[in-house]
Protein backbone atom coordinates (compact mmCIF):
# COMPACT_ATOMS: atom_id res chain seq x y z
CA UNK A 1 0.00 0.00 0.00
CA UNK A 2 1.67 3.43 -1.10
CA UNK A 3 2.25 5.87 1.81
CA UNK A 4 0.62 9.46 1.59
CA UNK A 5 4.15 11.13 0.75
CA UNK A 6 4.83 9.13 -2.15
CA UNK A 7 1.15 9.76 -3.82
CA UNK A 8 0.82 12.68 -6.18
CA UNK A 9 -2.40 14.66 -4.46
CA UNK A 10 -2.49 16.01 -8.06
CA UNK A 11 -4.55 12.83 -9.04
CA UNK A 12 -7.13 13.23 -6.17
CA UNK A 13 -8.97 14.82 -8.86
CA UNK A 14 -8.62 13.04 -12.15
CA UNK A 15 -9.44 10.10 -9.81
CA UNK A 16 -12.58 11.67 -8.31
CA UNK A 17 -13.80 12.52 -12.07
CA UNK A 18 -13.06 9.25 -13.94
CA UNK A 19 -14.67 6.97 -11.12
CA UNK A 20 -17.94 9.40 -11.34
CA UNK A 21 -18.07 10.04 -15.21
CA UNK A 22 -16.34 6.25 -16.17
CA UNK A 23 -15.29 7.43 -18.54
CA UNK A 24 -12.25 9.45 -20.34
CA UNK A 25 -12.94 11.82 -22.06
CA UNK A 26 -15.83 13.22 -20.17
CA UNK A 27 -13.40 13.37 -17.29
CA UNK A 28 -11.23 15.26 -19.24
CA UNK A 29 -14.18 17.87 -20.26
CA UNK A 30 -15.29 18.29 -16.49
CA UNK A 31 -11.72 19.09 -15.58
CA UNK A 32 -11.00 21.12 -18.58
CA UNK A 33 -7.97 18.80 -19.23
CA UNK A 34 -6.42 17.11 -22.70
CA UNK A 35 -8.03 13.54 -23.41
CA UNK A 36 -4.67 12.21 -23.82
CA UNK A 37 -3.35 13.60 -19.78
CA UNK A 38 -6.49 12.22 -18.71
CA UNK A 39 -5.10 9.36 -20.00
CA UNK A 40 -2.05 9.45 -18.60
CA UNK A 41 -3.59 10.48 -15.53
CA UNK A 42 -5.57 6.76 -15.36
CA UNK A 43 -2.69 5.35 -16.24
CA UNK A 44 -0.71 6.66 -12.98
CA UNK A 45 -3.35 6.08 -11.16
CA UNK A 46 -3.74 2.12 -11.73
CA UNK A 47 0.25 2.17 -11.41
CA UNK A 48 -0.35 4.00 -7.94
CA UNK A 49 -3.32 2.05 -6.67
CA UNK A 50 -2.46 -1.16 -8.27
CA UNK A 51 -6.06 -1.87 -9.88
CA UNK A 52 -7.30 -1.19 -13.16
CA UNK A 53 -10.10 1.14 -11.87
CA UNK A 54 -12.17 1.00 -15.13
CA UNK A 55 -12.56 -1.34 -16.87
CA UNK A 56 -14.38 -2.36 -20.28
CA UNK A 57 -17.87 -3.50 -20.25
CA UNK A 58 -20.96 -4.50 -22.61
CA UNK A 59 -22.09 -0.39 -21.76
CA UNK A 60 -19.14 0.93 -21.69
CA UNK A 61 -16.77 1.57 -18.81
CA UNK A 62 -17.50 -0.13 -15.53
CA UNK A 63 -16.13 -0.02 -11.83
CA UNK A 64 -13.85 -2.53 -10.30
CA UNK A 65 -14.54 -3.03 -7.05
CA UNK A 66 -11.36 -1.71 -5.51
CA UNK A 67 -12.96 1.49 -7.26
CA UNK A 68 -16.04 1.40 -6.04
CA UNK A 69 -14.73 1.72 -3.03
CA UNK A 70 -12.52 4.32 -3.53
CA UNK A 71 -15.49 6.01 -4.24
CA UNK A 72 -17.74 5.67 -1.47
CA UNK A 73 -14.37 7.45 0.79
CA UNK A 74 -13.96 10.15 -1.71
CA UNK A 75 -17.47 10.82 -1.30
CA UNK A 76 -16.49 11.69 2.46
CA UNK A 77 -13.14 12.70 2.42
CA UNK A 78 -13.08 15.62 -0.16
CA UNK A 79 -15.55 17.21 1.31
CA UNK A 80 -13.25 17.79 4.40
CA UNK A 81 -10.08 17.86 2.39
CA UNK A 82 -12.00 20.96 0.47
CA UNK A 83 -12.55 22.50 4.12
CA UNK A 84 -8.86 22.38 5.06
CA UNK A 85 -7.74 24.19 2.81
CA UNK A 86 -10.84 26.88 1.82
CA UNK A 87 -11.27 29.66 4.29
CA UNK A 88 -12.35 28.97 7.42
CA UNK A 89 -16.29 30.40 7.81
CA UNK A 90 -16.93 31.65 11.48
CA UNK A 91 -21.13 31.90 11.70
CA UNK A 92 -21.12 34.10 15.21
CA UNK A 93 -24.93 32.87 15.77
CA UNK A 94 -24.13 29.34 15.55
CA UNK A 95 -20.33 29.25 17.02
CA UNK A 96 -19.58 27.77 20.01
CA UNK A 97 -16.19 29.57 20.45
CA UNK A 98 -14.14 30.03 24.01
CA UNK A 99 -12.18 33.71 23.83
CA UNK A 100 -9.77 33.93 26.51
CA UNK A 101 -8.46 37.37 27.11
CA UNK A 102 -6.36 39.46 29.75
CA UNK A 103 -6.18 42.35 31.34
CA UNK A 104 -5.89 44.34 34.43
CA UNK A 105 -9.29 44.94 36.06
CA UNK A 106 -9.57 48.10 34.80
CA UNK A 107 -9.35 47.08 31.04
CA UNK A 108 -12.26 44.68 32.17
CA UNK A 109 -14.58 47.46 33.61
CA UNK A 110 -13.87 49.58 30.43
CA UNK A 111 -14.92 46.59 27.77
CA UNK A 112 -16.57 44.00 29.56
CA UNK A 113 -20.31 45.62 30.18
CA UNK A 114 -20.85 46.26 26.50
CA UNK A 115 -18.22 43.75 25.19
CA UNK A 116 -20.13 41.05 27.05
CA UNK A 117 -23.78 42.33 25.51
CA UNK A 118 -22.47 42.29 22.15
CA UNK A 119 -20.61 39.12 22.06
CA UNK A 120 -23.74 36.93 23.48
CA UNK A 121 -25.93 39.07 21.48
CA UNK A 122 -24.47 37.81 18.42
CA UNK A 123 -22.95 34.81 19.84
CA UNK A 124 -24.55 33.25 22.31
CA UNK A 125 -23.00 30.01 22.35
CA UNK A 126 -19.44 31.31 22.86
CA UNK A 127 -17.97 32.41 26.53
CA UNK A 128 -15.23 34.80 27.42
CA UNK A 129 -12.81 33.97 30.11
CA UNK A 130 -10.79 37.18 31.23
CA UNK A 131 -7.73 36.41 33.22
CA UNK A 132 -5.60 38.82 35.30
CA UNK A 133 -2.64 40.82 34.12
CA UNK A 134 0.78 39.72 35.42
CA UNK A 135 4.40 39.21 34.35
CA UNK A 136 4.63 37.15 32.00
CA UNK A 137 1.36 37.86 30.09
CA UNK A 138 3.20 38.40 26.66
CA UNK A 139 4.70 34.94 26.93
CA UNK A 140 1.77 33.73 27.61
CA UNK A 141 -0.05 35.27 24.27
CA UNK A 142 2.82 34.42 22.39
CA UNK A 143 2.53 30.06 23.73
CA UNK A 144 -1.06 30.24 22.90
CA UNK A 145 -2.09 30.42 26.69
CA UNK A 146 -4.18 33.55 26.23
CA UNK A 147 -6.15 34.78 22.85
CA UNK A 148 -5.64 38.85 23.67
CA UNK A 149 -4.23 41.34 25.96
CA UNK A 150 -5.98 44.09 26.15
CA UNK A 151 -3.27 46.76 28.12
CA UNK A 152 -1.66 50.28 28.05
CA UNK A 153 1.50 50.96 26.06
CA UNK A 154 2.83 48.45 23.53
CA UNK A 155 3.91 44.97 23.01
CA UNK A 156 6.70 43.13 22.34
CA UNK A 157 7.85 41.23 19.01
CA UNK A 158 6.53 38.95 17.57
CA UNK A 159 2.99 40.16 18.88
CA UNK A 160 1.17 42.43 17.15
CA UNK A 161 -0.96 45.45 18.45
CA UNK A 162 -3.74 47.92 17.54
CA UNK A 163 -4.64 50.87 19.32
CA UNK A 164 -7.78 50.90 20.86
CA UNK A 165 -8.07 54.25 22.44
CA UNK A 166 -6.14 57.22 24.41
CA UNK A 167 -6.85 57.70 28.39
CA UNK A 168 -5.84 60.61 30.67
CA UNK A 169 -5.14 59.66 34.34
CA UNK A 170 -5.89 61.37 37.31
CA UNK A 171 -5.66 61.24 40.87
CA UNK A 172 -8.53 59.90 43.58
CA UNK A 173 -7.87 61.40 47.14
CA UNK A 174 -9.49 61.81 50.25
CA UNK A 175 -11.94 65.22 50.20
CA UNK A 176 -9.84 66.44 53.38
CA UNK A 177 -6.36 65.80 51.13
CA UNK A 178 -4.69 68.83 51.24
CA UNK A 179 -4.37 69.28 47.37
CA UNK A 180 -8.09 68.29 47.31
CA UNK A 181 -9.79 70.98 45.34
CA UNK A 182 -7.05 71.76 42.99
CA UNK A 183 -7.36 72.05 39.64
CA UNK A 184 -3.26 71.70 39.24
CA UNK A 185 -0.78 70.28 40.68
CA UNK A 186 3.30 70.07 40.28
CA UNK A 187 5.51 67.07 39.96
CA UNK A 188 7.20 68.06 43.05
CA UNK A 189 4.03 68.35 44.98
CA UNK A 190 2.92 65.46 43.39
CA UNK A 191 5.74 63.67 44.48
CA UNK A 192 5.40 64.42 47.69
CA UNK A 193 2.70 62.87 48.17
CA UNK A 194 2.09 59.19 50.08
CA UNK A 195 1.37 57.05 47.43
CA UNK A 196 -1.40 54.42 46.85
CA UNK A 197 0.40 52.17 44.03
CA UNK A 198 -1.55 49.71 41.84
CA UNK A 199 0.66 46.52 41.44
CA UNK A 200 -0.09 45.85 37.66
CA UNK A 201 3.46 43.70 37.37
CA UNK A 202 6.50 43.39 39.59
CA UNK A 203 5.38 45.90 41.97
CA UNK A 204 4.84 48.71 39.78
CA UNK A 205 2.18 50.39 38.26
CA UNK A 206 3.24 49.62 34.61
CA UNK A 207 2.76 53.16 32.43
CA UNK A 208 2.63 55.72 35.29
CA UNK A 209 5.97 54.35 37.18
CA UNK A 210 7.91 53.92 33.67
CA UNK A 211 6.75 57.77 33.03
CA UNK A 212 8.05 59.16 36.48
CA UNK A 213 11.54 56.96 35.99
CA UNK A 214 11.92 58.12 32.81
CA UNK A 215 12.17 61.56 34.25
CA UNK A 216 14.35 60.54 37.20
CA UNK A 217 11.73 61.06 39.34
CA UNK A 218 10.30 57.96 40.83
CA UNK A 219 7.30 58.33 43.78
CA UNK A 220 7.30 56.34 47.31
CA UNK A 221 4.66 53.69 47.27
CA UNK A 222 3.50 53.90 50.87
CA UNK A 223 0.61 51.26 50.24
CA UNK A 224 0.56 48.51 47.42
CA UNK A 225 -2.51 46.74 46.01
CA UNK A 226 -3.28 44.66 43.48
CA UNK A 227 -6.07 46.19 41.78
CA UNK A 228 -7.27 49.43 40.80
CA UNK A 229 -10.79 49.09 42.64
CA UNK A 230 -9.08 47.97 45.52
CA UNK A 231 -6.60 51.47 45.19
CA UNK A 232 -10.19 53.48 44.60
CA UNK A 233 -11.75 51.32 47.90
CA UNK A 234 -8.65 52.08 49.88
CA UNK A 235 -8.18 55.80 49.53
CA UNK A 236 -10.87 57.73 52.12
CA UNK A 237 -9.44 58.74 54.59
CA UNK A 238 -6.12 59.07 54.31
CA UNK A 239 -3.74 61.17 52.94
CA UNK A 240 -2.89 58.51 50.41
CA UNK A 241 -3.22 59.50 46.01
CA UNK A 242 -3.94 56.94 43.92
CA UNK A 243 -2.80 57.61 40.43
CA UNK A 244 -5.73 55.93 38.25
CA UNK A 245 -7.09 55.94 34.49
CA UNK A 246 -9.42 59.35 34.47
CA UNK A 247 -12.38 57.31 33.74
CA UNK A 248 -12.24 55.17 36.73
CA UNK A 249 -11.03 57.56 39.16
CA UNK A 250 -14.02 59.44 37.99
CA UNK A 251 -16.35 56.42 38.02
CA UNK A 252 -14.90 55.22 41.58
CA UNK A 253 -14.76 59.00 43.48
CA UNK A 254 -17.58 59.21 46.18
CA UNK A 255 -18.87 62.47 46.78
CA UNK A 256 -18.52 63.84 50.34
CA UNK A 257 -16.07 61.19 50.45
CA UNK A 258 -13.28 61.47 47.46
CA UNK A 259 -12.56 63.44 45.00
CA UNK A 260 -10.68 63.96 41.67
CA UNK A 261 -7.65 66.04 41.22
CA UNK A 262 -5.82 66.64 37.80
CA UNK A 263 -2.17 64.29 37.78
CA UNK A 264 0.83 65.82 36.86
CA UNK A 265 1.08 66.87 33.36
CA UNK A 266 4.26 64.86 32.77
CA UNK A 267 2.11 61.95 33.32
CA UNK A 268 1.09 62.33 30.33
CA UNK A 269 -1.87 60.03 28.16
CA UNK A 270 -1.55 55.94 27.74
CA UNK A 271 -2.31 54.31 24.79
CA UNK A 272 -4.55 51.52 25.19
CA UNK A 273 -4.26 48.32 22.54
CA UNK A 274 -4.99 44.81 22.21
CA UNK A 275 -2.37 42.40 21.10
CA UNK A 276 -2.16 39.08 19.67
CA UNK A 277 0.16 36.85 18.38
CA UNK A 278 0.56 36.86 14.41
CA UNK A 279 -0.72 33.14 14.01
CA UNK A 280 -4.19 34.71 15.25
CA UNK A 281 -4.08 37.07 12.37
CA UNK A 282 -6.84 35.07 10.05
CA UNK A 283 -7.99 33.00 12.67
CA UNK A 284 -12.08 33.76 11.79
CA UNK A 285 -13.36 33.92 15.25
CA UNK A 286 -10.42 35.97 16.55
CA UNK A 287 -10.72 38.65 13.85
CA UNK A 288 -14.45 38.68 14.52
CA UNK A 289 -13.82 39.09 18.31
CA UNK A 290 -10.76 42.40 17.70
CA UNK A 291 -13.81 43.91 15.52
CA UNK A 292 -16.01 43.74 17.91
CA UNK A 293 -13.89 44.88 20.61
CA UNK A 294 -13.39 48.05 18.19
CA UNK A 295 -17.26 48.75 17.31
CA UNK A 296 -18.04 48.40 21.35
CA UNK A 297 -15.72 51.12 22.00
CA UNK A 298 -16.37 53.09 19.11
CA UNK A 299 -19.97 53.35 19.96
CA UNK A 300 -18.92 53.66 24.01
CA UNK A 301 -16.97 56.49 22.86
CA UNK A 302 -19.99 58.20 20.85
CA UNK A 303 -22.01 57.45 24.09
CA UNK A 304 -19.99 59.47 26.47
CA UNK A 305 -18.72 62.13 24.39
CA UNK A 306 -19.95 64.42 27.39
CA UNK A 307 -18.58 62.72 30.27
CA UNK A 308 -15.52 65.03 32.35
Known sequence: MPRIESVDLNLLAPLHALLEERHVSRAADRLHMSQPSMSRALQRLRATLG??????????YQLTPRAERIQAELEHALPRLEHVFSGEAFDPATAARSFHLAGTDYTVSVLSGALLARVFEQSPGSTVRFSRWHHAVFSDAEHGMVDLLIHGGSAPPPLRSQVLFEEDYACLVSSHHPLAGRSAVSLQ??????????????????????CLELLGSPRRASVTVPYHAAAAAAVPGTSLVATLPARFAIRHASPGTTTVIPAPGEIGPMSCAM???????????????RDTIITT??????????DP
Do not use: F, I, K
Request: charged share 30%.
Open 51 to 60: DELLVRGPGG
Open 189 to 210: EYLECAHMVVDVADGRQGYVDR
Open 275 to 289: SWHPRLDDDAAQRWL
Open 297 to 306: LNGATRGSAA
